[in-house]
């Protein structure tokens, strides 16, 4: 099984900012974190990425606890063209669950 | 362009007939994978290589084979192909514990 857990969905209102929880909770001390989404059937993309501090860009922010045992990815102002699945994976593993399933309602 | 390419696209074929599906990067990567993907199941891994010659199973590899003798290329071969193997497969590369970049999918039906 994969390292980490993730809820299967999730609902946002557009405009307003969705924060998507993972639990990595036996993470090693030099994996990473990294999230990708996909859309509908295609490859899944990468969001960003983060080691221990909070990190941010045009996407995306990610959020790691002090601990590291779990993270949220904050999509501040999520349109509909955010509705996709999430996925956080560690990188010592390489493995995904299932995501979460977004869905941006209108 | 940095890419991962996978052929074919789609594919239907029958119980028993043997066929490789072909996965090629050219951002030198030293890792490869692949994925398959299942209504409610998410991604699961195959089978992924470190490096070149290097191959080791991921949560599903029964019924599945693969190689590893260049870099750039990582086929993924069904011998004998069964119905529960009709799904839809995953390639990606990275660098070692790096982004994945992955291919944009190859469909199987097998009958």
């Known amino acids: 099984d994969a390292k980490t857990t993730q809820p299967p969905s999730m609902d946002c209102a557009e405009g307003r900012a969705a924060n998507l929880p993972c639990n990595h909770s036996t993470i090693s001390g030099n994996e990473y974190v990294y999230w990708y989404r996909q859309i509908h059937s295609q490859g899944p993309q990468y969001i960003i990425h983060g080691l221990k501090n909070n990190e941010t860009n045009e996407m995306a922010s990610l959020i790691i606890t002090e601990d590291r045992k779990s993270s949220t990815l904050i999509l501040p102002h999520a349109t509909l063209r955010d509705t996709a699945v999430y996925y956080c994976i560690v990188t010592n593993d390489m493995r995904f669950g299932a995501g979460t399933r977004l869905t941006v309602k209108p | 362009e940095a890419q991962v390419t996978q052929n074919p696209r789609y594919l239907i074929t029958v119980t028993g007939k043997k066929l490789t599906v072909t996965c090629s990067q050219n951002m030198n990567h030293e890792y490869m994978s692949w994925y398959r993907q299942d209504p409610g199941l998410g991604l699961r891994q195959i089978y992924y290589?470190?490096?070149?010659?290097?191959?080791d199973k991921g949560d599903v590899p029964e019924g599945y084979k693969v190689s590893r003798k260049e870099k750039r290329n990582f086929p993924l071969i069904l011998e004998s192909p069964s119905p529960n193997q009709t799904s839809l497969y995953f390639c990606?590369?990275?660098?070692?514990?790096?982004?994945?970049?992955f291919g944009e999918g190859s469909r199987l039906t097998v009958l």
């Open positions: 290589s470190m490096n070149v010659e290097v191959t």
């Open positions: 990606a590369s990275s660098i070692q514990h790096g982004e994945l970049f």
